[in-house]
């Protein structure tokens, strides 16, 4: 699967951004997606997830109530809507596709498929 993420720029505090990750290569039907971010100077981590069948998506308490992940397979595309975005959500945002199809498996593995990243930087 290749993974083309766009959607980031900047933004003032409180500000929205929402981010896209159109999949080619295959469908995404029951794959785990996720997105990942990476902030300058620390280390990678999983934002949110969303599993194969579609079930409760896993979000970190950080941005809990403030993203929301989702899927639309007919376009073959993942989302990551980000409202009242803060400093601290600066990253380079990064969305992953599981290496197999899976209905239990909540979050992608790192062996995943990876998009190239896109930067979201939040002003203050």
């Not at 409180?14 to 620390?42: E, N």
């Not at 639309?72 to 600066?90: F, G, H, R, S």
């Amino acid at each position: 699967v290749q993974l083309q993420a766009s959607g980031g720029g900047l933004v003032q505090t409180g500000g929205s951004l929402r981010l896209s990750c159109a999949a080619s290569g295959d469908t995404l039907d029951y794959y785990a997606v996720g997105w990942f971010r990476q902030a300058p100077g620390k280390e990678r981590e999983g934002v949110s997830c969303l599993s194969g069948s579609g079930g409760i998506p896993y979000y970190i308490d950080s941005v809990k109530g403030r993203f929301t992940i989702s899927r639309d397979n007919a376009k073959n595309t993942i989302y990551l809507q980000m409202n009242n975005l803060k400093p601290e959500d600066t990253a380079v945002y990064y969305c992953v596709v599981d290496t197999g199809r899976s209905l239990n498996r909540i979050c992608p593995r790192l062996t995943g498929s990876w998009g190239q990243g896109t930067l979201v930087t939040v002003s203050s």
